[in-house]
Structures are given as structure tokens and as C-alpha cells.
């Protein structure tokens, strides 16, 4: 079945850029998704890169997609201490049912 | 903005008891999760919705949890009896699916405490 790993922590300096990563299976991913959640409250839908792009840029963040080696990151510029979140990846199912499958998720801490 | 409303936010029961555990769709979306989270297990897919009819239950425990869609407005999910294991926090999503799929929208979660 579909997989999608990543690593469970990331600590940054409030200024620098995070990058967060993720690795996945299903090489007929369609769509790949960042979502953010912060203590207490649901999943936020951050960005979505669609599987015939290599990059999206959005304001400060920025999504490459390596199809080839099934990786996906998500660069946060000048992280902030509100950033401190967990970081989902998650990609759609290939077929009819399009359910998405979620990484454990990164745990982003920013030091100030 | 639209969202997606969950009830109750918080639940605690003794074991035994039923729970039921509401969501309201984003109107017009047409797919609906319910997902679990736990801190050992991440987030599990339990139900899947897509125009109201069942898609996808097999993460569901089927002797003790139900997941239904009465109507377009309502989604629900029972569990009866409870047990402390059940201890997690329940969220729903919507989104709409077809060609495309940008992403679904989550609520803000029921906090289960079984005891």
C-alpha cells in the first residue's frame, strides 16, 4: 500500500529557513499536499503540488517535488516562532477513490 | 470562511457507554473523512464518504464503531461500547474530489477521553 515517511523533528533559529522533508511510495501520486497543525486545532491545508510540477512558490514557502526519487519538500523562508506547527505530508491515492494518506508528521520547533 | 464544525470538542465517558461524534461538511463538498489521532499511531483513516455513500470503512474496529452520512449536512460517528483504547482525538474532512483534488478541510477535532 501507499507510504509516506518523514522525519519526526526539525529545530530552527527564528530568521533561518526550515526545510522539511518527505519521502512517499506511490509513483502514481497525484497530487501532494503540505498541511500544518498547530496545538489543539485540526489540520490546515498549506500547499499542494500537482505530480507534473517540480516547484511551487507561495509567498514564503516553497515545494520541490523530485518524482524520480519520490521526495517532496517544503521550504519555509525566514521561519517565524508562529510556524512552530507539525508538518503533514500527505499525497492522494492513484485511482477512482483519491483518499489521502498522511505522513506521522515533523514537529517544527523555532528558538527565538 | 467556510469550515468544517465538529461536536462536541471535547467528550469524556466511562467505558461501556456509546459515543457519537457530529460533523458538518463544508456545503457543496462532496467527500467526507473521519480520521483518529493518537500520538502512537499518527492520524488513521477510519470512514470515507464520497456523495454520502460509504467509500472505504476497513480501518474501522466494525464490532463496536459505525460511521454514518444521513443527510449531505451530517456526518456522524457512533462508537458503542467505548473502551479506554478509544481515547483520541476524532476528526472529520471534507473536500471535493473529481478530476481534480486540491486538499481537504479539516475541523477542529473531538477530544475523546475514555476512562
Known amino acids: 500500500g501507499e507510504d509516506v515517511e518523514q522525519s519526526l523533528f526539525l529545530s530552527v533559529r527564528e530568521g533561518d529557513s526550515s526545510v522539511i522533508n518527505c519521502t512517499y511510495t506511490d509513483s502514481s501520486s497525484t497530487y501532494l499536499y503540505w498541511y500544518k497543525q498547530e496545538p489543539g486545532a485540526g489540520l490546515q491545508l498549506l500547499t499542494y503540488i500537482f505530480s507534473n510540477m517540480d516547484m511551487k512558490q507561495d509567498q514564503r514557502l516553497t515545494v520541490l517535488l523530485n518524482k524520480k526519487d519520490k521526495h517532496l519538500s517544503l521550504r519555509i523562508a525566514d521561519t517565524q516562532t508562529g510556524d512552530s506547527a507539525i508538518y503533514f505530508c500527505a499525497e492522494t491515492e492513484s485511482g477512482g477513490y483519491q483518499k489521502v494518506t498522511f505522513g506521522i508528521g515533523t514537529k517544527l520547533q523555532v528558538i527565538p | 470562511d467556510a469550515r468544517v464544525t465538529q461536536t462536541p470538542r471535547h467528550k469524556v465517558t466511562e467505558m461501556g457507554q456509546e459515543v457519537t461524534m457530529r460533523c458538518q461538511p463544508i456545503?457543496?463538498?462532496?467527500?467526507v473523512f473521519w480520521y483518529r489521532q493518537t500520538m502512537m499511531q499518527g492520524l488513521e483513516l477510519l470512514a470515507y464518504f464520497r456523495n454520502r455513500a460509504p467509500l472505504d470503512d476497513s480501518g474501522m474496529p466494525k464490532d463496536r464503531f459505525s460511521a454514518e452520512m444521513p443527510d449531505a449536512t451530517l456526518a456522524t460517528l457512533k462508537i458503542q461500547p467505548s473502551e479506554p483504547r478509544d481515547s483520541a482525538v476524532y476528526f472529520c474532512?471534507?473536500?471535493?474530489?473529481?478530476?481534480?483534488?486540491?486538499?481537504?478541510?479539516f475541523g477542529s477535532g473531538t477530544r475523546l477521553t475514555v476512562v
Open positions: 474532512a471534507s473536500g471535493f474530489t473529481g478530476l481534480a483534488n486540491y486538499g481537504y478541510t
Open positions: 456545503l457543496g463538498h462532496n467527500t
